[in-house]
């Protein structure tokens, strides 16, 4: 039996139920990633968390694993570059080798409709968009280390 075909979760950011026979990729082809989509037949995009010059990251529900992680997905050019998707490999196996309380656990490499990811455990704590929100200083750069 296939468990990927007997998989039934609920994905709460689409309001749908996650099923081999509705489709486990609802993931337009194209454009950004946005809340309620699934990638990789796995990841529910639930909310944007932070974006950078190469990736925006998200916090998905893996529906594999019931669990919550950080969903990285890079876009831009960068990742046509030669050698890039070689790079990110090398990275993302140096990382799995860390083991620090200040380092999030890397999951999940992988490609859905074109955009490269990877999931990583998901922090605890508030961004800094929202600590500016209720009036608390955020660290400075010099603090986060």
């Not at 968009?129 to 009036?135: G, I, M, N, S, Y």
């Given at each position: 039996m296939n468990?990927?075909?007997s998989l039934e979760v609920p994905c709460f950011a689409a309001n749908v139920t996650i099923s081999a026979e509705n489709g486990f990729d609802r993931r337009p082809s194209a454009g950004p990633v946005t809340e309620g989509d699934v990638l990789a037949n796995r990841y529910c995009v639930e909310r944007r968390l932070a974006s950078g010059g190469s990736a925006t990251v998200f916090r998905a529900f893996d529906t594999q694993l019931e669990c919550h992680v950080a969903l990285k997905v890079f876009g831009g050019t960068e990742a046509q570059l030669p050698g890039w998707r070689r790079r990110?490999?090398?990275e993302v196996r140096l990382a799995r080798q860390v083991r620090s309380a200040h380092v999030c656990p890397v999951f999940d490499l992988?490609?859905?409709g074109g955009?490269?990811?990877?999931?990583?455990?998901?922090?605890r704590g508030a961004l800094r968009?929202?600590?500016?929100?209720?009036?608390r200083r955020p660290p400075s750069d010099a603090e986060w280390y």
């Open positions: 468990l990927a075909s990110l490999v090398r992988g490609v859905a955009l490269w990811f990877m999931t990583m455990e998901l922090a968009e929202e600590l500016v929100a209720h009036e």
